[in-house]
């Protein structure tokens, strides 16, 4: 089945450590997007990538860092310069049906 | 910048209930609308696409509607079921393929 696949499905980061986050789409969809979300809030935008080998930044992108070297593939990675980085992280992609999910990554700061 | 508000905040309704979930959006310059479901510590799951030419879609129980030019839209949830029970996000897609959301409903539905 087509689809979006994040991994891990928990994610543990000690202070000062880097971590990427995985998002696999077999969608053929050029478009991929990376957001977070924090309880009581709506989902954030934090990168957006419209064709590979390019990206752009979204609302919140300082301290996180993607590529985009393959079009099934959008990794995102949580710098040590996040300072805050607990939330639930959400991969998506955009085709003509509109936008399609991942079951997301919850990332916690231990 | 566009702001996308959605109320209520939450719902509590008794099974068998008609509901609506209202979604209003500040700028009417967008390219389409669309409704998600998620249940507790899943991903998206989505209900009902609306292009900006569009006046309404269907999906068995489900209706959403369309006013684009007073920023405004509505989910109509037929005969509410407890398995209907989560939090309902709406999301406008702003030219530039940017996808902008409110903060949800949160609906619980009581049997």
């Known amino acids: 089945d087509g689809g979006i696949t994040q991994s891990p499905k928990y994610l543990f980061r000690k202070e000062g450590q880097n971590v990427t986050l995985s998002c696999e789409q077999n969608l053929n969809h050029d478009a991929m997007y990376w957001y977070r979300q924090d309880p009581g809030q709506g989902l954030r935008l934090i990168y957006y990538?419209?064709?590979?080998?390019?990206?752009q930044k979204g609302d919140i992108a300082e301290g996180y860092s993607v590529s985009r070297e393959k079009k099934e593939s959008f990794p995102l990675t949580v710098t040590s310069a996040q300072k805050n980085p607990t939330a639930f992280y959400l991969c998506?992609?955009?085709?003509?049906?509109?936008?399609?999910f991942g079951s997301g990554t919850r990332l916690t700061v231990v | 910048k566009q702001e996308v508000t959605q109320i209520p905040a939450a719902l509590s309704v008794p099974e068998g209930e008609n509901l609506v979930l209202n979604c209003s959006f500040t700028d009417s310059a967008i390219y389409n609308l669309q409704w998600f479901r998620q249940d507790p510590g899943k991903g998206l799951t989505s209900l009902l696409l609306?292009?900006?030419?569009?006046r309404e879609q269907t999906s068995g129980r489900l209706n959403a509607s369309l006013d684009k030019s007073s920023g405004r839209s509505t989910l109509y949830i037929a005969a509410s079921q407890p398995g209907d029970s989560a939090t309902y996000l709406c999301?406008?897609?702003?030219?530039?393929?940017?996808?902008?959301f409110g903060a949800g409903t949160i609906l619980r539905v009581k049997s």
């Open positions: 998506a992609s955009w085709g003509k049906d509109g936008y399609t």
């Open positions: 609306i292009q900006s030419s569009q």
């Open positions: 999301a406008v897609r702003e030219y530039g393929n940017k996808l902008v």
């Open positions: 990538s419209q064709i590979v080998n390019d990206f």
